[in-house]
């Protein structure tokens, strides 16, 4: 009976680690979404926040749009972001701006926000300023609080989510107890301890998988390459920035698509990057002009500077995050 149990509840965890994410019960629960509205005369500022899951484990990732709609050619002032958003780590930050309804300018940044604990996690307001004809518009979205479930299971610890499983305590019986209360007792420690390390191993497994995405971590590695920009001071520090970005998006190109951007010259790279069917052609473009400015500012490194590099960040950013490589399909999946 106790092996029964054991292999039923193993094989429940195994079934629920190959069922794909969209099926998963946080899917549910609603977005959150908030729009502030401030004006003075003719001139406006609208500031809609969308966030898309307001609940997720720590394995997940966010995603916070902030739009801002104002006037054409009114001067719009965000915050600096830095590596961190409240109590979530930045993956990645971009910004574009569009046309809008009526000539309106809409302002689009989109967030990939990641947890590191489990807990209640908030996002702080977020500041937004608009100078328009000498009068000032001040708006800040309004804070919001995402609950992050551990992916152990809801008795793991949140400090120490993948905590090993203690071993079972020790039971004393009187001398005549009944065999059957024994063995029932030991056969439910047994399950206990079994279905523990089973959770660790899945958890391991799947961490271990996400780890081995090259779109993973090259993330990581931007990250850092954006920390260093935002401590850069001299064309000096912000050069050495822009051989770090180069390089690990080169090993991203040559673990994902087999391009060795780190070893081939930009001709002999060109037409390995035209070959990529399962790319579009406006990203295979920007992939090509992408790597032609990062090798004029290597070997021009007096041109550098952090406004440069950042941009150039940015665009690798965005080539990570809107294509999928022949080698992170399977991990994604």
């Given at each position: ?30 977005p ?51 590596p ?47 100078v ?5 518009l ?56 079994v ?7 899945i ?35 912000a ?6 970005l ?13 391009i ?40 021009a ?33």
């Amino acid at each position: 009976m106790v092996c029964v149990l054991i292999v039923t509840v193993v094989l429940a965890e195994w079934s629920c680690e190959r069922a794909p994410s969209g099926s998963s019960s946080i899917a549910t629960v609603p977005p959150i979404q908030r729009t502030q509205h401030t004006q003075s005369g003719d001139a406006f500022l609208d500031v809609t926040m969308t966030i898309d899951k307001s609940e997720l484990t720590v394995a997940d990732r966010v995603r916070l749009t902030l739009t801002c709609t104002t006037r054409s050619g009114v001067e719009l002032k965000l915050p600096e972001f830095g590596p961190s958003l409240g109590d979530f780590t930045i993956v990645s930050a971009v910004t574009n701006e569009q046309a809008g309804k009526s000539g309106d300018r809409e302002t689009v940044t989109s967030f990939v926000l990641e947890p590191f604990l489990a807990g209640d996690k908030s996002i702080p307001p977020i500041p937004v300023r608009v100078v328009d004809a000498a009068r000032t518009l001040n708006l800040q979205t309004e804070p919001a609080t995402l609950k992050v479930s551990p992916v152990a299971g809801a008795d793991a610890s949140e400090k120490t989510p993948l905590e090993p499983a203690k071993g079972p305590v020790a039971i004393l019986t009187p001398p005549r107890a009944n065999r059957t209360l024994v063995w029932t007792i030991s056969g439910c420690s047994a399950l206990a301890i079994v279905t523990a390390f089973a959770s660790i191993a899945i958890s391991n497994s799947r961490r271990a998988r996400r780890e081995a995405d090259p779109a993973f971590r090259v993330r990581r590695q931007l990250e850092q390459v954006r920390t260093l920009l935002g401590q850069a001071a001299t064309h000096a520090e912000a050069s050495a920035a822009a051989e770090k970005l180069f390089l690990a998006f080169a090993a991203f190109l040559r673990d994902a698509w087999s391009i060795p951007a780190d070893t081939q010259p930009q001709a002999r790279i060109a037409p390995l990057i035209a070959s990529l069917d399962a790319m579009a052609f406006e990203q295979r473009t920007e992939l090509s002009q992408l790597l032609a400015d990062m090798e004029r500012t290597r070997f021009a490194p007096g041109a550098a500077s952090v406004l440069i590099v950042l941009s150039l960040l940015d665009r690798a950013v965005a080539v990570v995050d809107h294509t999928i490589p022949p080698a992170s399909t399977e991990v994604r999946r």
